[in-house]
Nanobody, 120 residues
Framework: QVQLVESGGGLVQPGESLRLSCAAS????????MGWYRQAPGGERELVAT???????DVAGSVNGRFTISRGNSENTVRLQMNGLKPEDTAVYYC??????????????WGQGTQVTVSS
């Protein structure tokens, strides 16, 4: 089982920046892709950005050019640098990880979510 612990959410004004971090721990053969999804009030969970273990990224068009995803020195950490935040970025942000188990099966894991609020 893998646990994902997020940090870095908060309340900021439009145009400001935040950085989200997520660390994975637990017993698993390998963590493959890590990333972030978000869910606004009344909305569905949507992709923000993901990054594979070889550094390939997938970034939503709505945040491309403002948000940057990166893996930490430990391959089991991921960060999301969010610049130029807009009110429409307000949401609960969830850390995501896909892992390969000891039985070589693929598993999805989710963090508990961290609130990001952009408001003047």
């Amino acid at each position: 089982q893998v646990q994902l612990v997020e940090s870095g959410g908060g309340l900021v004004q439009p145009g400001e920046s935040l950085r989200l971090s997520c660390a994975a721990s637990g017993s698993i053969f390998k963590i493959n892709t890590m990333g972030w999804y978000r869910q606004a009030p009344g909305g569905e969970r949507e992709l923000v950005a993901t990054i594979t273990d070889d550094g390939s990224t997938d970034v939503a068009g709505s945040v491309n050019g403002r948000f940057t995803i990166s893996r930490g020195n430990s391959e089991n950490t991921v960060r999301l640098q969010m610049n130029g935040l807009k009110p429409e970025d307000t949401a609960v942000y969830y850390c995501y990880a896909e892992g390969t188990g000891w039985n070589l099966g693929l598993y999805d894991f989710w963090g508990q979510g961290t609130q990001v609020t952009v408001s003047s």
